[in-house]
Each structure stands twice: as C-alpha cells, then as structure tokens.
C-alpha cells in the first residue's frame, strides 16, 4: 500500500476488503466466538488485578494506524498479548471489587443483536421496535420490581432506559430544576438545595453540579455506624430547615438504597414523608442493590418508594446484563420531557406531532441511543424471572457464607451488617490470637486492614477493593461476578487468611 495523500486512489478496494461483507462478517466473527471462549475457560489463570505498569501499552503497539488492512488472527493475538494483559479481569469468578459488572450468555448475545441493528432510536419513528421494545421491558422489569403503578407506562409514568446511574439522577435534578425555577423564577436557580446522606454515590454529586445546583448547596446528611450508615429522617429535616431559615429553597432529595461504600439502606418512606412537607422531588439511587429486590424476601428495602417520584437501579452491575444499562422509572413524564425535549425541523414526524408515541431523546441528554432493552428482553426471557431470582440468591447465599467465615474469626470483625451480598469488614482493633490478645486501636487496624487488602490483591488471586465508613478502613468482598462459586469464596477466604496470618505474625 502507497502512503497517506490527497490524490485519489488508482484503483478501489480489493475486492476481499470491504467494510461489511456477510460471509467475511461470519468468518470473522467466528473467530473471535472462539477467542471469547477461550478467554472464559481460562480466566482463572489470569491475575485478577492487571498488573501492569502506567503507560505499559504505549510500549507495546505502534504510533500509528496502520496504512493497509491486518488480518483478524494477527489483530487477535495482539488482543491475546498485548490488550489481556492490562485488563482487570472483571468476569472472573475471583472479583470481589467494586460492585460487580456482570453478564450472562443472554445479555451478551442481546447485546450482539444491538449492535447488529445499530439503532440510533432518538424518535419512535427511528425504529418502532427499540422505542416499543423499551417501553414494555421497562413495565415488565418496573412489575418484578413491584414498583407503584404511576411509574409504568401502563399507569401513566414510565420508564427509560439510560447508560449509567449519572445520567439518571443528572436528567432528574434538571427536571426537578426546571419545574421548581417555574415556580420561584429563574433568577433564584442559586437558592436550590439538593440532599443526600454522607454516603450517597459521587454520581449524585457530580450530576447536582452539572445541573447548575451551587457546590455550597449541596447537603450530605451525617449518619452514624449506630444507624448502620443510613439516612435518618431527623437528620433530614434538621438540614432542611436550616436551609430554609437561611432562605434557600430545597429542591431534591436522593435516598440510596445500598450504599457503594457499605450497601446501607435509607429509609423511602419516613424520608418521603420529611421532603414531601417541602415539595421536593424524591430519586432513589438502587444502583447496585436494586437487582435484589426482584426477590420477595428483599423487596422491603423499597418500601415507601411509592411516595417517590423516580427510582432507578444498573442492570449492568447485578442483573446479567453487559455494560451499559441504566433503569430509570419517573412517575412524572411531563416534567422530563418538559426538561429536555427539543423539537428540529429536522426529525419532525407525524407520530411525534401527533403525540401518540415516546421519543426517548426527550427522557434522556443525548439524541442517539442504543437499542438497550434487546440485552434485557433476552436475559428476562432466556432465564425467566424466578431463576433471575435464584441467580441472585446463590450471590447472597455465598455472600452468607463469607460473613460466617469472618464472624468466626477472632482476628477479624464485620463492620456493618451485610444487607445484600456485600461484606464489609476490617482487622480487629482489638484481635484474639491463638497465643494471644493484640490491641491495635483503630488507626493501628486501619493500617494492617489497608496493608492486608494490599497484600492479597498483589497476589492476583483474587480482587477485593476498599471503603472508608464512620472512620474505619474496611475491605469490601462484593459476590456477584457470573462465575462465582463456592469454591471461589472459599479461596477468597482462604487468601485473606493467608495473608493475615503472614502479616500478622512478623508483627512483634
Ligand atoms: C455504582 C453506583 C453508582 C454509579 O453508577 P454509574 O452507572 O456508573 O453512574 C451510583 N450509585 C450507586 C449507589 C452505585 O453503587
């Protein structure tokens, strides 16, 4: 091949290269099946966390795009040996980190058939079928989820289906914004308080300031390990009515149900009852443990949610669903898309115009979007609802087993009661040994619990991360990776005790 210039061409492609070209598509694809395959039958074998030094991968490719076409097996034994490398192998059955971000064979294909199609269905005219599709993926999920009527569709709300937990809460705050300055004025946008407790998600945060809430005006109410880090509702009004006698205007309340650091629970209701007596907009940030809830035995950490007006949960996280996927419910269409429609020449449409039909670019910041609810509709039709439910309870059940094994230990202390299927806990301030009684207090526990969580993730084995709640340094061990088996949890187990016991003995 010639290199880069301005003239055209002589000659156009060889025939064999094209941009698409079914039966080359199925050749290729069918390698990389196989390259995906064979990357899960192996993954045990990976250290867990990469372990790569920055920059390793500028060292590795070329500083330039290659002038002429590669081949596919080339391409992929680069993937192999230069890409493997510097992942962290979130799928494997040894990742504790973080919260999960699993997947299943039903979401991956779904999400094969998205891409297929390729989409972009801003307008219901775009593709009937993924703006439809959606609208009854989310009254399905918003009824295993037994949300109030008003958030479905068939109860005049509705639901959409964003990319993350971000864009949910920022695309709330704005239509809570924009109902509220029409009442007060526009003027007044610098008096609007947004409250959250000490826990909630940065995502909360970070949507608040790019809706043009003031970062002074931003409350995160206090709790304590005595409520086991959820919001009280006294907590609350104390911070509310301050604002007010300051003469600021509280605007929007975000509860968490299961917190990142500690999967705590607010309480819907009782915190409803406070925000509601100001007429504020109520998000429920379920993120994480949201997923849980589609289990009757977990469904009362949701109580109250009908005194909300949006709620949303990350199938992407704990739902067997791939990256990205953002289920928002409001019970309040109007206000969104009061908020963020636009109406171009361009796109306009009979349907729109005769406003029979969603156009999910009005519930959303961007224009195009991805035909999501194919991944969802095929996990919720491949497993079905009761063995999603199974799925999930097998992760709280090992979750259990994981809380036993640190309960029984006397060198270690669980620091918050496990919720869902997330452990929290750290090295006793305060350790009985075999030989003896050691007191570490809690700075000197916080040290070894850091150096402890140092010490097993170097060892590729498996892959936990960590958290600071009231103070206290805690290793988190979030069960929830596709794979994960007993056998998994109890190397996890055994990996912390390992290392434990080798850091803990050179202590003199
Ligand atoms: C993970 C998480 C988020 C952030 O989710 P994104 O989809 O990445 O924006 C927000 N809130 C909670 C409680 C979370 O656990």
């Not at 402890?452 to 069960?479: C, D, P």
């Amino acid at each position: 091949m010639g290199s880069l210039n301005t003239q055209e061409p002589e000659t156009g492609f060889p025939t064999s290269i094209k941009p698409f070209e079914p039966e080359e598509f199925r050749r290729h694809a069918h390698l990389v099946i196989d390259f995906i395959v064979d990357y899960y039958k192996n993954i045990e074998n990976y250290p867990v966390r990469s372990q790569v030094e920055p920059g390793y991968l500028w060292k590795r490719v070329p500083d330039s795009a290659p002038n002429g076409p590669e081949p596919m097996e080339d391409i992929l034994r680069d993937v192999r040996n230069d890409i493997v490398p510097g992942l962290t192998h979130w799928q494997s059955p040894n990742f504790f980190g973080y919260f999960p971000s699993n997947m299943s064979t039903a979401g991956f294909l779904g999400e094969m058939l998205c891409t297929a199609f390729n989409t972009p269905g801003f307008n219901w005219i775009t593709s009937p079928a993924s703006t439809e599709l959606e609208n009854i993926v989310m009254d399905w999920i918003g009824k295993m989820l037994q949300l109030p009527h008003e958030f479905l569709f068939s109860g005049g709300g509705g639901g959409v289906i964003q990319g993350t937990t971000c864009e949910a809460i920022l695309c709330t705050v704005v239509a809570a914004r924009d109902r509220m300055l029409q009442k007060i004025g526009l003027e007044n946008i610098t008096k609007l308080v947004v409250y959250a407790s000490d826990q909630t998600h940065s995502a909360f945060q970070k949507a608040s300031q790019i809706a043009g809430i003031r970062r002074e005006n931003f409350r995160a109410v206090g709790t304590t390990a005595r409520n086991a880090f959820s919001m009280t509702p006294d907590g609350l009004r104390a911070a509310i009515e301050a604002d007010v006698k300051a003469g600021l205007v509280p605007l929007f309340l975000c509860p968490t149900v299961g917190t990142t650091s500690s999967t705590a629970v607010d309480p819907l209701g009782p915190l409803c009852d406070v925000a509601k007596e100001y007429g504020m907009w109520v998000h429920v940030d379920a993120a994480y443990a949201g997923s849980a809830c589609i289990c009757p035995e977990f469904r009362h950490f949701l109580d109250g949610v009908e005194k909300t007006d949006s709620f949303s949960f990350n199938p992407h996280k704990w739902f067997f669903t791939t990256m990205d996927s953002c289920c928002l419910w409001v019970k309040d269409p109007g206000s969104l898309n009061d908020a963020l429609s636009t109406n171009p020449e361009y796109l306009k449409n009979k349907a729109s115009e005769l406003k029979c039909v969603v156009d999910y670019k009005d519930w959303q910041i961007c224009l195009n979007r991805r035909f999501r609810s194919l991944k969802l509709w095929l996990v919720l039709r491949t497993y079905g609802v009761a063995n999603m439910q199974n799925f999930l309870r097998r992760h709280v059940g090992m979750a259990k087993e994981f809380e036993c094994f640190v309960r029984k230990d006397t060198r270690f202390e669980v620091v918050v009661p496990r919720n869902f299927s997330t452990i929290v806990f750290r090295v006793s301030p305060v350790g009985t040994y075999p030989d003896s009684t050691r007191v570490f207090g809690d700075q000197g526990a916080n040290e070894l619990t850091a150096k402890l969580l140092e010490s097993v993730n170097e060892s590729g084995k498996v892959f936990m991360t960590h958290a600071v709640v009231g103070g206290v340094y805690v290793i988190r061990v979030a069960v929830g990776a596709t794979l994960t088996e007993d056998r998994h949890v109890n190397l996890a187990w055994d990996v912390v005790q390992e290392h434990a016991s080798q850091m803990l003995l050179t202590l003199t």
